[in-house]
């Protein structure tokens, strides 16, 4: 059996967003993320030729659409934000879970940086860049492994899962306001890949939550090429998915949040 480009590989599953309050709102699809050592980033490209590095094709990568500035290699993009903000510098493989551009369109709700230990048998760091939408500001929030708790301690407990509790800082949507606190869990990627987020209101409890489940396929020619036939283009579906779900949110008239910028005190930080 081909196991396609080492490190890398093609994620296939199901996203679920549940709105409980103050308007019911649920919705899942379909989709496909890739999964890139960032060393290999090329060399993947190169599988097919429906695939480009840094030029236009049915997809491509390309380095401005992610983290950092253009000019720095992502993977030291990525290194020195962890190390600034956790003391610790990762040295062994990164694996970035998206979406690549199609067709010259590239739309990435959220990125996955998931920082491994040079033999890759544990990570030490998962940086989560968003993007929010309509603004198409980014911010990245880095997440320690194992997690880092108020008291200082960390969770060793659970090596292939973890937890991390921490107020919103990002505006990401329209329809969420800042007064909140996020609640995520990610499982170490294995043969699967498990996301799940909450977002808790301070007095009125869990108002909103993704979840992701994906199934991990070797980066193969074949199987780039059956994800692409399935899904051709899977940016414009989450672009089209998430403004159906805004308009039928404004339908049922749930509350509009401004964006912090816009009023007189600003409290998202953004790049």
């Not at 993320?33 to 290999?40: I, P, Q, S, W």
């Not at 991390?164 to 890949?193: C, T, V, Y």
């Amino acid at each position: 059996m081909n196991a396609g480009i080492p490190g890398c590989s093609i994620y296939r599953g199901r996203v679920r967003h549940r709105r409980f309050t103050p308007r019911k709102n649920t919705f899942s699809y379909r989709l496909f993320l890739v999964g890139l050592d960032l060393d290999r980033v090329e060399e993947a490209m190169a599988i097919s030729p429906w695939l480009g590095f840094e030029r236009f094709a049915h997809s491509s990568f390309r380095r401005a659409d992610y983290f950092g500035d253009p000019d720095v290699s992502l993977a030291d993009a990525v290194r020195d934000r962890v190390e600034a903000e956790t003391g610790h510098r990762p040295e062994g493989p990164i694996e970035l879970v998206t979406q690549l551009r199609t067709f010259g369109y590239s739309f990435n709700p959220v990125s996955f940086y998931y920082c491994w230990t040079p033999d890759r048998a544990q990570l030490q760091a998962i940086l989560a860049e968003i993007t929010n939408t309509p603004w198409g500001e980014r911010h990245a929030y880095v997440l320690p492994w194992p997690a880092l708790h108020q008291n200082g301690a960390d969770d060793a407990r659970h090596p292939r899962s973890q937890r991390w509790n921490f107020r919103k800082n990002f505006h990401i949507s329209p329809f969420s306001p800042m007064e909140i606190e996020h609640d995520w869990r990610f499982g170490q990627p294995g043969a699967r890949l498990g996301v799940h987020m909450i977002n808790r209101a301070p007095s009125r409890g869990a108002e909103f939550d993704a979840t992701l489940l994906l199934e991990r396929r070797p980066f193969t020619r074949r199987e780039v090429h059956r994800a692409l036939l399935r899904h051709p283009f899977m940016p414009g579906k989450t672009w089209l998915g998430i403004y159906w779900q805004a308009l039928k949110l404004m339908l049922k008239r749930a509350p509009f949040h401004t964006h912090p910028a816009k009023r007189s005190h600003p409290t998202a930080e953004s790049r």
